[in-house]
Nanobody, 123 residues
Framework: VQLQASGGGLVQAGGSLRLSCAAS????????IAWFRQAPGKEREFVAT????????YYADSVKGRFTISRDNAKNTVYLQMNTLKPEDTAVYYC?????????????????WGQGTLVTVSS
């Protein structure tokens, strides 16, 4: 399984970015794909996850209402639309995959990881 994250960059507070996670290497019908983030000096934290086949979504409270996770099965890609960005959203964002029917918010539950993409939100 290969995951390729992209779309990070520098944006002003209040702005928007869309991250992409391209998945390859197998079929993902029984997988959850998630986004995690890690800010400098902090632990990696859960952001959002989506069930690949059913479109079930879960969000961290800190991003609920501002971020939207979605997937395009035809393109094997999961997106994270980030709106109303805040300086505290600054972090390296990672996409990850886990098999199963139960959504997970713990990074230890995820078996496959992409490289990170840096999001910097200036005040």
């Amino acid at each position: 399984v290969q995951l390729q994250a992209s779309g990070g960059g520098l944006v002003q507070a209040g702005g928007s970015l869309r991250l992409s996670c391209a998945a390859s290497g197998r079929t993902f019908s029984n997988y959850f794909i998630a986004w995690f983030r890690q800010a400098p000096g902090k632990e990696r934290e859960f952001v959002a996850t989506v069930n690949w086949s059913g479109g079930r979504t879960y969000y961290a409270d800190s991003v609920k209402g501002r971020f939207t996770i979605s997937r395009d099965n035809a393109k094997n890609t999961v997106y994270l639309q980030m709106n109303t960005l805040k300086p505290e959203d600054t972090a390296v964002y990672y996409c990850a995959a886990k098999m199963g029917i139960v959504a997970g918010t713990d990074s230890n539950e995820y078996d496959y990881w992409g490289q990170g993409t840096l999001v910097t939100v200036s005040s």
